[in-house]
């Protein structure tokens, strides 16, 4: 049956928009509107033409107006006509195509760095292709027809109900499916809590004294303000929290500066979001990804009516998947899918069905696992070539994430970043990430990303990484 329908399809021929227009009648016009098809390259040299009956009920012109212009166009060498082959467009139509055409040089294009150390990014070549194309084909085969339909905007309830299950049990979260909001990534996230005039979360806000430019970006841009807490080895300075009404944290990881929140502080937060009635935005940004002991839990599970929590297979399989998911306390489900409005517009339905089934059949599990040995195996890389070659450079954050921090002497951030420019290095400094209204020191320091070159680049970024910071050589002591 199936290849009757193609061959069915095969007679009917290439869908095909025309405007017959101008003087000398339909049949003169509809020649005109072919040649010109042709001539401009929208129809390709081989392909089949509909029908005349097809051809002619689309124009609204008898079958014999069609079947008259094609015969003209037959003679002028425009079209070919074959019994059992149909009405094509003739090969010799390319070169009138391309002689009036000439051909567009693409714009040169500026080089980019060599060595690509950004913090933000998974190892893209490192994409579980065959796994995620396995769930791909079953979620599509195991898909209901209303799955073609409008989206729901909570998201498709197989994945809510995985992510429950996986969050749980990876993560220490407590939910149902029900609290589960899908979304395009933690950006997306805070755009719908914190959307102009809704009835989601509104400022002032409180944030760690270093952490994403954008974030803060996007939320100046929804009128929200933002309240710096000065940070130090145990994490955040929760105890500086006042009269905001939510604060956002990393506690897995604190972002950039690396380390965990510390457990009494992840109580004292939990207290203060109780007596404040307020709410704690936990960005769990790379929970997944601890390499000195097994990963620290979410802060959600001590009350999950105190925290929203917000995750994402951004660092964990790709930003390109773009899905996320926030888990909300019950009074905040209603608005966020107020924000989001009544239909899905940002998560393709067909990913979230194929993210349940990596989820549900443990692939995810297995890639995570996989991934965490891979980046554990190159931040001990990174580390011993410092250690070789840099020693004068300390080396923290680094027990957990996909990048770490390397402290500098005050003064010389600017000048190292310049050098490792130099060596095509792309990476950041601590610099970027400060919140400006801070009254916390400023620190100096590159923050390294060590999973976004491939296998086989990676040596090379180090060895990039380790010239340029090399000390200055000291002059040689003038002789007498």
């Given at each position: 049956m199936g290849d009757s329908?193609?061959?069915?399809?095969?007679?009917?021929?290439?869908?095909?928009?025309?405007?017959?227009?101008?003087?000398?009648?339909?049949?003169?016009?509809?020649?005109?509107?072919?040649?010109?098809?042709?001539?401009?390259?929208?129809?390709?040299?081989?392909?089949?033409?509909?029908?005349?009956?097809?051809?002619?009920?689309?124009?609204?012109?008898?079958?014999?107006?069609?079947?008259?212009?094609?015969?003209?166009?037959?003679?002028?060498?425009w079209l070919t006509a074959r019994q059992g082959s149909g009405t094509r467009v003739a090969d010799r139509a390319a070169p009138l195509r391309h002689a009036e055409r000439p051909p567009v040089?693409?714009?040169?294009?500026?080089?980019?760095?060599?060595?690509?150390?950004?913090?933000?990014?998974?190892?893209?070549?490192?994409?579980?292709?065959?796994?995620?194309?396995?769930?791909?084909?079953?979620?599509?085969?195991?898909?209901?027809?209303?799955?073609?339909?409008?989206?729901?905007?909570?998201?498709?309830?197989?994945?809510?109900?995985?992510?429950?299950?996986?969050?749980?049990?990876?993560?220490?979260?407590?939910?149902?499916?029900?609290?589960?909001?899908?979304c395009s990534g933690f950006a997306h996230a805070l755009r719908?809590?914190?959307?102009?005039?809704?009835?989601?979360?509104?400022?002032?806000?409180?944030?760690?004294?270093?952490?994403?430019?954008?974030?803060?970006?996007?939320?100046?841009?929804?009128?929200?303000?933002?309240n710096a807490l000065p940070l130090d080895e145990d994490g955040a300075r929760v105890d500086r929290l006042g009269r905001e009404r939510a604060v956002l944290l990393t506690p897995a990881h604190q972002f950039p500066t690396g380390g965990p929140l510390h457990a009494s502080r992840r109580a004292a937060v939990v207290d203060w979001a109780r007596a404040r009635g307020g709410v704690l935005v936990e960005d769990d940004y790379d929970g997944e990804f601890r390499y000195d002991r097994r990963p620290v839990g979410a802060v959600q599970g001590l009350d999950p009516e105190r925290v929203i929590y917000i995750g994402s297979v951004s660092k964990s399989l790709s930003p390109a998947v773009r899905l996320g998911w926030m888990v909300l306390p019950g009074r905040y489900v209603d608005g966020v899918l107020a924000a989001k409005g009544e239909r899905e517009a940002w998560a393709s339905v067909l990913d979230?069905?194929?993210?349940?089934?990596?989820?549900?059949?443990?692939?995810?599990?297995?890639?995570?696992?996989?991934?965490?040995?891979?980046?554990?195996?190159?931040?001990?890389?990174?580390?011993?070539?410092?250690?070789?070659?840099?020693?004068?450079?300390?080396?923290?954050?680094?027990a957990a994430g996909l990048h770490a921090v390397l402290r500098l002497p005050t003064g010389t951030e600017r000048s190292v970043l310049g050098a490792a420019a130099e060596q095509g290095v792309a990476l950041d400094g601590l610099a970027a990430f400060r919140h400006p209204g801070t009254d916390m020191a400023a620190q100096d320091g590159l923050v390294v990303g060590y999973a976004t070159p491939s296998e086989h680049a990676y040596g090379a970024a180090l060895d990039a990484l380790c010239r340029a910071l090399s000390p200055p050589a000291r002059p040689a002591p003038a002789s007498r």
């Amino acid at each position: 049956m199936g290849d009757s329908w193609v061959d069915s399809a095969e007679r009917i021929g290439a869908d095909l928009h025309l405007e017959p227009a101008g003087p000398g009648g339909r049949r003169a016009a509809l020649i005109r509107a072919l040649r010109e098809a042709v001539r401009s390259g929208r129809l390709a040299p081989g392909t089949r033409l509909p029908p005349y009956r097809s051809l002619a009920a689309d124009l609204g012109v008898a079958r014999n107006t069609v079947a008259d212009a094609y015969a003209e166009l037959v003679a002028e060498g425009w079209l070919t006509a074959r019994q059992g082959s149909g009405t094509r467009v003739a090969d010799r139509a390319a070169p009138l195509r391309h002689a009036e055409r000439p051909p567009v040089r693409e714009p040169a294009r500026a080089r980019g760095p060599r060595h690509d150390l950004m913090q933000g990014t998974p190892d893209a070549s490192s994409f579980p292709r065959a796994a995620w194309l396995a769930s791909y084909r079953r979620a599509l085969q195991q898909a209901p027809n209303e799955v073609f339909g409008p989206g729901d905007p909570a998201g498709r309830r197989e994945l809510r109900e995985a992510l429950t299950e996986y969050l749980a049990r990876a993560r220490g979260v407590r939910t149902e499916p029900g609290r589960i909001v899908i979304c395009s990534g933690f950006a997306h996230a805070l755009r719908l809590l914190f959307a102009p005039g809704g009835a989601v979360l509104r400022g002032p806000l409180a944030v760690e004294a270093y952490g994403l430019g954008f974030h803060r970006e996007l939320l100046a841009a929804a009128g929200v303000r933002t309240n710096a807490l000065p940070l130090d080895e145990d994490g955040a300075r929760v105890d500086r929290l006042g009269r905001e009404r939510a604060v956002l944290l990393t506690p897995a990881h604190q972002f950039p500066t690396g380390g965990p929140l510390h457990a009494s502080r992840r109580a004292a937060v939990v207290d203060w979001a109780r007596a404040r009635g307020g709410v704690l935005v936990e960005d769990d940004y790379d929970g997944e990804f601890r390499y000195d002991r097994r990963p620290v839990g979410a802060v959600q599970g001590l009350d999950p009516e105190r925290v929203i929590y917000i995750g994402s297979v951004s660092k964990s399989l790709s930003p390109a998947v773009r899905l996320g998911w926030m888990v909300l306390p019950g009074r905040y489900v209603d608005g966020v899918l107020a924000a989001k409005g009544e239909r899905e517009a940002w998560a393709s339905v067909l990913d979230q069905l194929s993210l349940a089934d990596l989820l549900s059949s443990g692939a995810y599990d297995r890639h995570v696992r996989r991934m965490r040995q891979r980046y554990r195996a190159r931040r001990d890389r990174l580390v011993e070539a410092l250690a070789a070659r840099a020693p004068h450079v300390e080396v923290t954050g680094v027990a957990a994430g996909l990048h770490a921090v390397l402290r500098l002497p005050t003064g010389t951030e600017r000048s190292v970043l310049g050098a490792a420019a130099e060596q095509g290095v792309a990476l950041d400094g601590l610099a970027a990430f400060r919140h400006p209204g801070t009254d916390m020191a400023a620190q100096d320091g590159l923050v390294v990303g060590y999973a976004t070159p491939s296998e086989h680049a990676y040596g090379a970024a180090l060895d990039a990484l380790c010239r340029a910071l090399s000390p200055p050589a000291r002059p040689a002591p003038a002789s007498r």
